[in-house]
């Protein structure tokens, strides 16, 4: 069986994660709080994000702090961190999650849609960061991972708007990245490829999405959310020392 790795710097590290309740950002939660963390995670999906919480506790590691929040509500966004500083300590690792791939044809889009896929796949990116990073300036420093899709660099269609979203996040990470590099606070992007969530298994895994995997990916295996969170563990923890402003993509060698 393979053996992952133990990262001590993320022990005790505060981290911030968001959409954390279900898909990527559960496991995400999962394996920071196996590694030591002290995990806090937002979401709107409030019966699963108890139930996570309950369920990590349960099995012995530290229960993470699970806090409702809309992410279209940056006050309530900035205050659910704020909270997190308090009572857990400065933030050391931000983990931007939080998107909705819902498809949407061109003709159906209107100003009022386009908006809505901003502000759920790219705004509250930016105002996470903006929010610890005064908390991760007082620390000495710290990481930002911003989670991308690979679904802009296959030029996916039938959702112009999450696309375009995805396509910002890294402009986002690099000006970030430029800013905030002098204060020791590292911030990349971690690309996944297509990942076998439970919803992606339940609505788009068919024999045809099945045979474009085969036909696509250099690696046969299927990338599992454990297999984004190992990089994000990376990226969080001080092994990733001097990686800043960078793209990491886990596809499984997409072409």
């Known amino acids: 069986m393979p ?3 133990t990262y001590p710097s993320l022990k005790d590290r505060v981290v911030f994660i968001s959409g954390g309740a279900t898909g990527i950002g559960e496991t995400l939660v999962e394996h920071f709080c196996a590694q030591g963390s002290r995990v806090a995670f937002v979401d709107i999906k409030v019966a699963e994000g108890q139930a996570l919480a309950d369920r990590i506790a349960a ?5 993470p702090l699970f806090i ?6 940056i006050p309530a966004l900035q205050a659910a961190i704020r909270r997190v500083g308090a009572e857990l300590g400065p933030v050391g690792a931000l983990v931007n999650n939080a998107a909705n791939d819902q498809r949407h044809r061109l003709e159906d889009v209107t100003v009022e849609l386009w908006d809505d896929r901003m502000a759920v796949n790219l705004r509250h990116y930016f105002f996470a960061a903006q929010a610890v990073a005064e908390q991760m300036k007082a620390n000495g420093g710290g990481s930002i991972v911003n989670i991308g899709s690979f679904s802009w660099k296959r030029g996916e269609g039938e959702m112009p708007g999450y696309v375009t979203a995805k396509a910002a996040i890294h402009g986002l990470t690099r000006t970030l990245a430029r800013d905030l590099g002098i204060h020791r606070i590292r911030v990349n992007t971690m690309i996944p490829g297509w990942v076998m969530t439970q919803r992606q298994v339940d609505l788009w895994v068919d024999a045809e999405g099945e ?7 250099c690696l046969k ?3 599992l959310p454990a297999d984004v969170a190992r990089m994000v563990l990376f990226l969080a923890a001080d092994d990733s020392r001097m990686c800043c402003s ?8 997409w072409v």
């Open 211 to 217: 045979a474009k995997i085969a036909r696509n990916q």
């Open 221 to 223: 295996d299927k990338v």
């Open 3 to 5: 053996q992952f790795a």
């Open 68 to 73: 409702d929040c809309d992410l279209k509500d």
């Open 246 to 253: 960078q793209e990491y993509l886990v596809e499984g060698g």
């Open 59 to 63: 099995a012995g590691a530290p229960k």
